[in-house]
């Protein structure tokens, strides 16, 4: 390598100490070429080892290394991936040190950058993460820097946007702190996708642009390349065509001037859309032709997959839809070929807008289903919850189109499969594959973040002025109070959520078992929002002996309102009333409330997803005199999935959840709850209760537990892990707890909020309740919300209980339900004495 710089690092390479390397370079500008600016910026770095670095380091030695770096980054830029691969397997060979691999390093990076360049996606993920690896180990901060930028483009094409902006972040201000304004510039490239991923178009924009004027301070071609591509493409995106123009010819002629091929096949695709945006279909074809050739000259297979994609675009401006879906099936074999979830929906998606052209609705509904069982595909096949949800998110689009397909064509095998997979697929993972054993790092979190919480409890039930209290404390004691959100809530969160994750199911594939799975001799409801339009709930309704109606409704900013509050903070929830809840009416499908209301004796099973899972369902009017728990036979249930395996489940048992003869009932109660004692249980309930001596055995007895266990606590939302139970002082239950357990076949958790779920959970309502479901537990008695620890709650409790003596959950709630409300001013009290109790799990067909 013929370089000013090359003999003066040499010098500093092998300085016995910094002053002396630092001495050396005072006088020597930040080299251009990378192998030699990686080394200038490392011996300038405070935390470098002390030298020298490499001792016994020939001047030979020293600019083969050079070269070789040198030679494989050419290589790369010309895309002669096989000539940089061999340059850098031979780099590897040079290694000479044991604890400071920066030739090694080096020699990974390169072969990430080939790997990633031609799609070998995992090799190039391996061999970044390894040179990331072995940079923290050396102190090489400037081969962190260098792995962890394609490791965030990788992340966000692969994985998740959130954890690519953390590598990109952190990228960012390794290059601040190493004064590298090139890698700076990069890293901001980087942060500009993420934020274009997000949502923020204008906030990418503006990164990218910015990029770009770095690049050009630092006379870099390809970044100015790069960012002016970027700046160029956000812009149209955006719908600035005029602006994005000029931004797209300057990207083109400097990728020409430096022959990358990975970039000129991004931008001539780029040029050609803007002609395809004002039908200029014959200069658009020849962009998208030549892009198509140098993506094959270049044996690119991502940029190949593209311009088959453009090619396919413009059949579909000519209005050509027959030719346009041969040729996105094109595209779409090739992005499966590269695992490309974008490309494979977005071909999905544009196949499915030709067959609707071509007026085939059956392969339009097919194709739509595709297109969700790709991204749940991609879904389960990560680890993390961050990434499931993001994913999930992301592509709303996709579900959302599938279920209006659904809806329109009347396929409710269709619409079940792509309701339950926005269901959530963890708990159906954890009745199936059996639950993860949660590890000492997440019970300590949770335990800390419960006693922080305790302790603000254990504080507010100090002795008070009775007159300094508030009118609400007057009034009512919860079986709760509000958590308080703590700096390890979001660390407990990953931690739980990310061992549910590993057990994610891939989706069914057919819905008809799923809904054969439900009692024919109940009604059966499903009800979700659209994922892109919260204000339109999609539904499915099955009256006992007919076919399922399918359809959509819209509701209004009452209903909005009321929902927000259903999820939102306690002191608006526990001052509703039975007819707060009218607004609800338009969540349900036309027809439905008078069918229930025709005859009596009906059942009914709710799968209620996301937010709707935090309806009181007791008291959701059905007209001006009655609400539907004390007319319906109702439960409760997470998801279909759910239903099908509990299903199952109960078929292998053999044995019936309603219980013959005298029932052993183990029971906990706090002693930090004032009511709820239990006194009013009917003697004649067959019902002996038994009290557990401690909460410790109250913990083993829950996780090892029999046919039927009650628990009293005080119950509290907390951020992180959704909730936990307050079985005594600096004692307390939480999710964790219950993997791995084999919950009482009839479990009752009479405790504000055991069944609730956080807001923000899009999916999969996790929760002591829901967990217990797929632990062991068939019924679950259990609360959405706050439940008042008050006289008239702990008798109704008690009216539930004596009934499961002698029948299902769903019956004794029916029937507790009745006896209540037959006191006419119980009907004008607060809702929270009663309505948050609902039956969790499933109903049975009348004997």
């Not at 691969?85 to 920066?102: D, I, N, P």
């Not at 494979?344 to 392969?363: G, R, S």
């Not at 939480?734 to 069944?755: I, K, M, Q």
């Not at 959950?809 to 009290?829: F, I, K, N, Q, V």
Request: aromatic share 6%; hydrophobic share 40%; proline share 6%.
């Amino acid at each position: 390598m013929d370089h000013d710089a090359v003999e003066p690092l040499y010098r500093a390479w092998l300085a016995p100490d910094r002053s002396t390397r630092l001495e050396i370079l005072k006088a020597v500008p930040a080299p251009g070429p990378i192998a030699l600016r990686s080394r200038y910026r490392h011996l300038r770095d405070p935390i470098a080892p002390d030298g020298p670095l490499q001792p016994g380091l020939e001047p030979s030695q020293w600019r083969e290394v050079l070269d070789l770096e040198t030679e494989g980054d050419l290589a790369i830029r010309r895309g002669d991936h096989d000539r940089a691969r061999k340059a850098f397997t031979q780099l590897a060979e040079h290694e000479s040190t044991a604890g400071h691999r920066v030739v090694r390093i080096h020699a990974l990076i390169g072969a990430g950058d080939v790997a990633r360049a031609v799609d070998e996606v995992d090799s190039a993920i391996a061999a970044y993460e390894e040179a990331l690896s072995l940079s923290v180990t050396d102190r090489y901060r400037f081969g962190q820097l260098r792995a962890l930028v394609p490791l965030g483009y990788l992340t966000i094409a692969y994985a998740s946007a959130g954890t690519a902006t953390e590598r990109f972040t952190l990228a960012e201000s390794l290059a601040a702190e190493l004064e590298d304004p090139l890698y700076r510039a990069n890293a901001a490239l980087g942060l500009a996708d993420c934020a274009e991923r997000s949502g923020d178009l204008n906030g990418a924009i503006d990164l990218a642009s910015t990029a770009y004027t770095a690049f050009e301070q630092v006379g870099s071609p390809i970044g100015k390349a790069n960012a002016a591509h970027r700046t160029g493409a956000l812009l149209h995106r955006a719908g600035r065509l005029a602006e994005a123009s000029p931004w797209l010819e300057q990207a083109h002629s400097l990728y020409v001037e430096i022959r990358d091929p990975v970039g000129l096949t991004n931008v001539l695709s780029g040029l050609g859309d803007l002609h395809l945006d004002r039908q200029d279909f014959e200069p658009a074809e020849r962009w998208y032709t030549a892009g198509l050739q140098e993506a094959k000259e270049a044996r690119l297979p991502r940029a190949r997959a593209h311009a088959l994609q453009d090619i396919a675009r413009l059949a579909r401006g000519r209005g050509q839809w027959a030719d346009a879906v041969t040729k996105f099936e094109q595209a779409l074999a090739a992005y499966r070929e590269i695992d490309d979830i974008n490309g494979v929906t977005h071909a999905l998606d544009k196949i499915a807008e030709a067959q609707a052209e071509l007026e085939q609705p059956d392969a339009v509904v097919r194709t739509r289903l595709e297109s969700v069982f790709s991204v749940e595909a991609f879904r389960a096949a990560h680890r993390d919850e961050r990434s499931q949800r993001e994913y999930r998110n992301r592509f709303a689009q996709a579900y959302s189109r599938a279920l209006a397909a659904a809806i329109t064509h009347g396929d409710a095998n269709v619409f079940a499969v792509v309701a339950d997979c926005l269901a959530g697929r963890r708990l159906a993972g954890l009745i199936e594959a059996g639950a993860p054993t949660s590890g000492q790092e997440l019970e300590l979190l949770q335990g800390l973040l419960a006693h922080a919480d305790q302790r603000l409890v254990q504080h507010r039930r100090q002795p008070r002025d009775v007159e300094g209290e508030s009118r609400r404390e007057q009034r009512i004691r919860l079986l709760g109070s509000m958590g308080i959100r703590y700096g390890l809530a979001d660390k407990a969160e990953l931690s739980l959520d990310d061992q549910l994750a590993a057990v994610y199911l891939p989706p069914e594939r057919d819905g008809a078992p799923l809904l054969a799975s439900a009692p024919t001799g109940a009604h059966l409801l499903q009800l979700l929002a659209d994922p892109t339009e919260s204000d339109r709930i999609g539904w499915l309704w099955r009256p006992p002996g007919e076919p399922p109606r399918l359809g959509f409704s819209k509701l209004d900013g009452t209903t909005r309102e009321l929902l927000d509050t259903l999820c939102g903070d306690e002191s608006a929830r526990i001052q509703l009333h039975i007819w707060d809840l009218r607004p609800l009416a338009s969540v349900l499908p036309p027809g439905f409330t008078d069918s229930l209301m025709s005859a009596p004796e009906q059942r009914l099973l709710i799968v209620p997803v996301g937010e709707l899972w935090m309806i009181p369902w007791s008291a959701v009017p059905l007209s001006d005199q009655t609400v539907l728990g004390e007319h319906v036979r109702y439960a409760v249930c997470p998801s279909l999935m759910v239903q099908r395996l509990l299903a199952a489940r109960a078929a292998e048992a053999g044995t019936p959840i309603s219980i013959d003869g005298d029932t052993t009932v183990d029971v906990w109660r706090s002693p930090l709850v004032e009511h709820h004692d239990l006194t009013g249980i009917d003697t004649d309930a067959r019902l002996d209760l038994r009290p557990l001596p401690s909460s410790a055995e109250a913990r083993a007895r829950l996780r090892d537990g029999g046919e039927m266990m009650v628990v009293i606590g005080h119950g509290r939302p907390a951020p992180g892990m959704g909730h936990y139970l307050e079985f005594d002082h600096a004692d307390w239950l939480v999710p964790a707890d219950l993997l791995g357990a084999s919950t009482p076949r009839r479990l009752a958790l009479l405790a504000c909020g055991a069944g609730s779920i956080s807001q923000t959970r899009p999916s999969d309502p996790i929760s002591l309740a829901t967990l217990a479901l797929a632990a062991r537990s068939d019924e679950v008695l259990a609360t959405v919300g706050e439940l008042g620890d008050s006289h008239p709650a702990a008798r109704y409790a008690e009216q539930i209980l004596n009934g499961m003596a002698h029948c299902s959950l769903p019956d004794a709630l029916h029937r507790a339900t009745r006896w209540l409300l037959s006191d006419g001013d119980m009907r004008a009290e607060p809702i929270f004495h009663w309505a948050p109790l609902i039956p969790v799990g499933t109903v049975l067909d009348a004997a």
